[in-house]
Structures are given as structure tokens and as C-alpha cells.
């Protein structure tokens, strides 16, 4: 019989604060981390807002590796790795040594260093290739999140990066939880790390996609969605191996589910066709009925269409109990962090589990009648959270659904 998998430390990086404590505490008062971008301008956009980190020093969190030979997501993922190995009562200085070849890292991005490839960008177009840093090569691939992460604590077992665009969290997440369960590893650190950059503000510009002011996910009103930045790990492990070092432990994972539309490079399908399966597929994974679900973390971007879609996918799989569950979009105050976005939603659905509170979906004023479900508007619920849904949609129409449940008795 395969382990269960629980979740026994979280480390968060986000625009509305790093570490567990800050970031759960900012999440339910509705704090907003939406303000005008610092790191480029953006004069010559349409818009001017996103959902950058705050007075982040890598330098603080990468302490074996040299902060300033990487790029800002893998300086984010180390960071939150490291919080996430505190939680979890690990020492992070010794625990390469003490697991090494046992631990695993994984991490979903969208992507991977940007700022790199931008800083190639204007030196060729400034006819400057002289000014090229020849070592971008080393950072500017995405395998290179993991490969940092490992390196940093001297983990030696599998590492791998998952850049599967905005469904990347969960995917990191289902594969350490299928590592774990094979018996391939005994920790692995999961999660999702993406850095704010140029690249990303400037094609969803163009798309029309970004609000000019905030994210109003299910609101009549809503005008698209905030790009953001962050990072977010979860320590995964077998119950039997939390048990035996006395860990905490918050929640499990209890399965996941994986379809693609195959419908459109950056629309989901008409009919919610691949973000159903996702869903159905999850819940069979871990042998549950949709009424058993206490909570739906949505991916709730703000954008007109996706909000109407998942919508009406969540109607599809839960059929009259869909308005029976409480569904929000942390998006709302944290934007989007790309493929750390379901990471640090994942985190959320773990403390929802732990704590009985649902976050709200702020910004939610005038419901948009196609949006018809419970969306925890505004304010922050006190509610029993046995089975939490995690769901994340991406370009190419990738949609990933993960679960997320309280501790069996056996774990």
C-alpha cells in the first residue's frame, strides 16, 4: 500500500509577506499587495500595476551559493525553501547531510530566470553583444531553479523543474507526491518559484489581459488580472517518516488530477472541457465524492473569460452541491504569480486545513450573475475544511487540480 503523503513545513514568498505566519495573517485580513511596478517602467503601457515582493534580500536566505550569480526566482525558491525546512523543524545547514541522496526538489515555473534573457535583449538591441554576461547560459535555463535549491542544501536525490506555465505549482506538487509514494524519495520540497519581469507584463499587455488597477476575480466589473511575483515550498514526507522524527504536520495531499484542452494556445475550452477532467480526475485519484469537498481554492485570475469558465466547470463536477461550497480566489490581493501561483495557493489550502478558515476573494462588489457560487466575498470565513481543492489553468491549456485534505488517523 502506497504512503500517505502529508505536508509537514511551508515557506512563502509573496507580495503580501514572506514566511508562513506574515503571509496567512496578511491573506485572511485581505491585505493587498498590488502597487505601481518599481522594477521597470511602465510608462509606455497601458497599465502600471502589479504584485512585486517588497523589500526582498536574496542574500539573507542563500547562504552556501552566491546570491548574485543567480536570478531572482531561484534566489525566491531558495528563500522559501529554507523557510519551509524552519517550519518543519529541519535544520537547513544539516539536513543535505543528514538525508542527501533522499531528498528531492521540485519546482514548477512559467519562466524560469527572465531577467536574464531581458538583459541579453538590450545589449543586442543596444548593438552591445560585448556587454553580455557569458555566464547567462548557466542561469537563464529553467532546470536551473531545482539544480539551485539542491545545491544550496546539498540534496542529492531527484531534482527537477516543472515549467508547465501556471499550472506549474501543482504539477511540482504531484510529482513529489508520486516520488514519495514509488518510494523514490523520503522528503521532497515542492512548490513554485516565478520572478516579476518585462517578458510576462509586456505579453499579457498586449493581450488586454492586465487590470488597470486590481484583480476582481467573479465581479461584473472585472477588468483582467495583476501580474505577480513569488515562491512557495512545501516539505512533503511520508506519515511513517513525519511520525518518526515527531514532525507537525498540516494536512496530506490526497491525489491530483491532469488534463490539457487541446483547444487553444491561451483559451480554455468553450465548454470548461479540460478544467472538468482535471477536477473529476483529481477526485477519483483520491477516492472522494465532489460533496466531500470543503473548499475550492480557485485559479480565479479576474479575467472574464476564465472566472465564467471555471464557473461553469465547478457546476459541471459538483452538479446542486456546488453552491454548497466555498470557493475564492487568492489572487485577489496576492495578483498572479505565474507558476508559483498554485504553490502558494496549495500553501493556502493547507492552512485553511490546519486553521478551519477560508480566505475571501476580495474586490468582489457586484457579482457577476454567470458567477453565481459561494466566493467567500471579502471577508474571511471561520469553516470546517475536511477536503480543500486546489485548481490551476495554463496557456496551452494545461489544467492541474490538486488535493489537499486533514490527516487520516493511518497517515
Known amino acids: ?23 496567512w495573517r496578511h491573506l485572511l485580513e485581505g491585505r493587498s499587495g498590488v502597487r505601481p511596478v518599481t522594477s521597470f517602467d511602465t510608462s509606455a503601457y497601458p497599465v502600471h500595476n502589479g504584485a512585486e515582493v517588497p523589500d526582498f534580500n536574496g542574500a539573507s536566505h542563500v547562504r552556501r551559493l552566491r546570491a548574485e550569480a543567480m536570478g531572482r526566482a531561484s534566489q525566491f525558491a531558495i528563500a522559501a525553501a529554507r523557510l519551509a525546512l524552519d517550519d518543519a523543524g529541519l535544520d537547513a545547514e544539516v539536513a543535505g547531510a543528514a538525508y542527501g541522496s533522499r531528498v528531492g526538489v521540485v519546482v514548477g515555473t512559467t519562466s524560469g530566470e527572465p531577467h536574464i534573457i531581458e538583459a541579453l535583449d538590450d545589449a543586442l538591441v543596444a548593438g552591445r553583444p560585448d556587454r553580455v554576461d557569458q555566464g547567462f547560459v548557466r542561469k537563464y535555463p529553467s532546470h536551473m531553479l531545482a539544480a539551485h535549491v539542491a545545491a544550496e542544501f546539498g540534496f542529492r536525490g531527484v531534482a527537477v523543474t516543472v515549467p508547465i506555465a501556471c499550472a506549474a505549482g501543482n504539477g511540482a506538487l504531484a510529482y513529489a507526491w508520486d516520488a514519495i509514494r514509488s518510494g523514490a524519495a523520503d522528503l521532497v520540497l515542492a512548490g513554485g518559484a516565478d520572478a516579476f519581469s518585462r517578458i510576462t507584463f509586456t505579453g499579457f499587455a498586449r493581450l488586454g489581459a492586465i487590470a488597470p488597477e486590481r484583480c476582481q476575480p467573479f465581479d461584473r466589473g472585472r477588468r483582467g488580472m495583476i501580474p505577480g511575483e513569488g515562491a512557495a515550498m512545501l516539505l512533503l514526507e511520508s506519515g511513517e517518516h513525519a511520525r518518526a522524527r515527531g514532525a507537525r504536520v498540516y494536512a496530506q495531499i490526497g491525489g491530483y488530477g491532469w488534463s490539457c484542452d487541446a483547444h487553444h494556445m491561451t483559451a480554455g475550452h468553450p465548454a470548461a472541457d479540460g478544467a472538468t477532467r482535471a477536477m473529476q480526475m483529481a477526485l477519483e485519484s483520491a477516492d472522494l465524492e465532489p460533496e466531500d469537498v470543503s473548499y475550492i481554492s480557485a485559479h480565479g485570475t479576474g479575467t472574464t473569460v476564465n472566472d465564467r469558465l471555471e464557473t461553469l466547470a465547478i457546476k459541471r463536477v459538483f452538479g446542486r452541491a456546488a453552491y454548497a461550497v466555498p470557493v475564492s480566489s487568492i489572487k485577489s490581493m496576492l495578483g498572479h504569480a505565474m507558476g508559483a501561483a498554485s504553490a502558494i495557493e496549495a500553501a493556502a489550502c493547507a492552512l485553511a486545513v490546519a486553521t478551519d478558515r477560508v480566505p475571501p476573494t476580495m474586490n468582489l462588489d457586484d457579482p457577476d450573475p454567470a458567477c453565481d457560487l459561494d466566493y467567500v466575498p471579502n471577508t474571511a470565513r471561520e469553516h470546517r475544511v475536511e477536503v480543500a481543492m486546489n485548481n490551476a489553468y495554463a496557456f496551452g491549456g494545461n489544467n492541474s487540480c490538486l488535493i489537499v485534505r486533514r490527516c487520516e488517523a493511518a497517515a
Open 1 to 23: 500500500m502506497a504512503p500517505h503523503v502529508v505536508i509537514s513545513g511551508i515557506g512563502v514568498v509573496s507580495a503580501i509577506g514572506i514566511g508562513r505566519d506574515t503571509f
